[in-house]
């Protein structure tokens, strides 16, 4: 027995299972919903403090424990531009523009959460 060798039945069913794995990422990941993000929901200590529309740029200042996060919103997308923490972890994670896309300045306890639209799957969505 040559363990080395594909059948022509192993062959078609590794045909298959590659076809169905593309399928699966073009229809999951490849492409972007049709119904964008509107809105940015921002919370301060896990209670909601403002909802920001994506159609209207601007830079808001949000007051949380070590003081002010400044978040840009801008062409649909948003972001931390500044915020009083050592790490500025909230600021290199940059634009975030998916419904369910999030970013926190955990040390300032304020959260930013893209809604509205279609939340799309990631690598932690089950």
């Known amino acids: ?10 062959k078609i069913l590794s045909g298959f299972i590659m076809a169905g794995l593309i399928l699966a990422y073009v229809l999951l990941w490849g492409s ?15 209670k909601h403090v403002r909802t920001l529309s994506l159609d209207r740029p601007g830079r808001y200042a949000i007051h949380g424990r070590l003081g002010e996060s ?14 009083p923490c050592q790490g500025k972890q909230c600021i290199h994670m940059g634009w975030q523009h998916r419904t369910g896309a999030f970013a926190a300045c955990l040390p300032n306890r304020v959260t930013l959460t893209i809604a509205g639209g279609t939340r799309q799957w990631d690598s932690i969505n089950f």
């Open 1 to 10: 027995m040559n363990l080395g060798l594909l059948t022509t039945a192993d």
């Open 32 to 46: 972007e919903s049709s119904a964008s993000a509107e809105y940015a929901e921002i919370e301060v200590n896990g």
């Open 70 to 83: 400044l978040i840009e919103v801008k062409d649909h997308q948003a972001r931390f531009v500044a915020s």
